[in-house]
């Protein structure tokens, strides 16, 4: 009933800049808290940047001052820009919501992930 689909991935020069976007669809009443994680070949999946509601967010320290995690309310959307690549920032990039659907009018609170998109950074 929830889909979060991600785009803008690809491969980028180190030092060059990336914008993802993770767009929510189906039967989506509100979402809640976004965030975008990151898997690396062989690492574990990590939190990249998590922003709430009320736009405040949080960010794992190896891209602070480099990554902007952003949202649009109204279009249910996450953004995550990137500046600055390095090629340890090379992982899939997974967008994770909080999703508020309607059930016979009744608020549901589900999380969900997105499919994930590739970025890569050459060196």
């Known amino acids: 009933q929830v889909q979060l689909v991600e785009s803008g991935g690809g491969l980028v020069q180190a030092g060059g800049s990336l914008r993802l976007s993770c767009v929510s669809s189906?039967?989506?009443?509100?979402?809640?808290?976004m965030a975008w994680y990151r898997q690396a070949p062989g690492k574990q999946r990590e939190v990249v940047a998590v922003?709430?509601?009320?736009?405040?967010?949080t960010y794992v320290d190896s891209v602070k001052g480099r990554f902007t995690i952003s949202r649009d309310n109204a279009k249910n959307t996450a953004y995550l820009q990137m500046n600055g690549l390095k090629p340890e920032d090379t992982a899939v990039y997974y967008c994770?919501?909080?999703?508020?659907?309607?059930?016979?009018?009744?608020?549901?609170?589900?999380?969900?992930w997105g499919q994930g998109t590739q970025v890569t950074v050459s060196s």
């Open positions: 922003i709430a509601t009320d736009g405040s967010t």
């Open positions: 189906g039967k989506v009443f509100r979402a809640t808290e």
């Open positions: 994770n919501a909080r999703i508020i659907v309607l059930i016979d009018s009744a608020p549901d609170e589900h999380t969900y």
